[in-house]
């Protein structure tokens, strides 16, 4: 099973602000990993695929990179409506789909 | 658009059975060239991956904290699929969500997606 590893578990910062959050996978998973964000009471929303291309009605300001093991999601300048938890899924060795254990980021 | 609504959700003692229904709808659905996943979420905690179905049936995933208790299923001509969850724990208290990506004519196995459509999900409690 590929463990999934996220960190910070809390980021903190403040609108308008940059945000850079890290994804690393126990082993290769070459470019199959998703990101998705979560708000309070809602379901996981799909906003990252193949590590860096945006769903459909992701705002521009969100960007992934990274292959391999080490993965980034950065937010460029974060609006009120991006603070939720956003969780890293790796989808190139299955089953089991993991996920990571999630960042919070959260208005400083 | 997709949409996923799960239901039979609900507060059940420890050793009890319940089945969780997703119905699919939307434009362009092709329910039965949909891979379908089961996916909980504990209070407080992570998304944590529970069982997958392909299209046709005919390859069935579970994790090991529900094999053997739990069984998914799926009907297509109904487009929807199911949780049978027996031998409930504590433990199995969870949010749970249907979710799914389309493979279409591509191999199960020769592709990889995201799960691409998710439903709002079902709340399920164990205690006593």
């Known amino acids: 099973e590929i463990v999934m590893t996220q960190s910070p578990a809390t980021l903190s910062v403040s609108p308008g602000e940059r945000a850079t959050l890290s994804c690393r996978a126990s082993?290769?998973?070459?470019?199959?990993l998703a990101w998705y964000q979560q708000k309070p009471g809602q379901a996981p929303r799909l906003l990252i695929y193949g590590a860096s291309t945006r769903a459909t009605g992701t705002p521009a300001r969100f960007s992934g990179s990274g292959s391999g093991t080490e993965f980034t999601l950065t937010i460029s300048s974060l609006q009120s409506e991006d603070f939720a938890i956003y969780y890293c899924?790796?989808?190139?060795?299955?089953?089991?789909?993991?996920f990571g254990q999630g960042t919070k980021v959260e208005i400083k | 658009e997709v949409q996923l609504l799960e239901s039979g959700g609900g507060l059940v003692q420890p050793g009890g059975s319940l089945r969780l229904s997703c119905a699919a709808s939307g434009s362009g659905l092709i329910f039965g060239d949909s891979a379908m996943s089961w996916v909980r979420q504990a209070p407080g905690k992570g998304l944590a991956w529970v069982s997958g179905?392909?299209?046709?049936?005919?390859?069935?995933h579970y994790a090991d904290s529900v094999k053997g208790r739990f069984t998914i299923s799926r009907d297509n001509s109904k487009n929807t699929l199911y949780l049978q969850m027996n031998s409930l724990r504590a433990e199995d208290t969870a949010v749970y969500y249907c979710?799914?990506?389309?493979?279409?004519?591509?191999?199960?196995?020769?592709?990889?997606?995201?799960?691409?459509?998710w439903g709002q999900g079902v709340l399920v409690a164990v205690s006593s």
């Open positions: 899924q790796q989808y190139d060795n299955w089953p089991p789909w993991t």
């Open positions: 979710a799914g990506y389309y493979y279409g004519v591509t191999g199960y196995y020769d592709i990889k997606k995201p799960f691409d459509f």
């Open positions: 082993q290769s998973i070459r470019d199959n």
């Open positions: 179905i392909s299209g046709a049936s005919v390859a069935i």
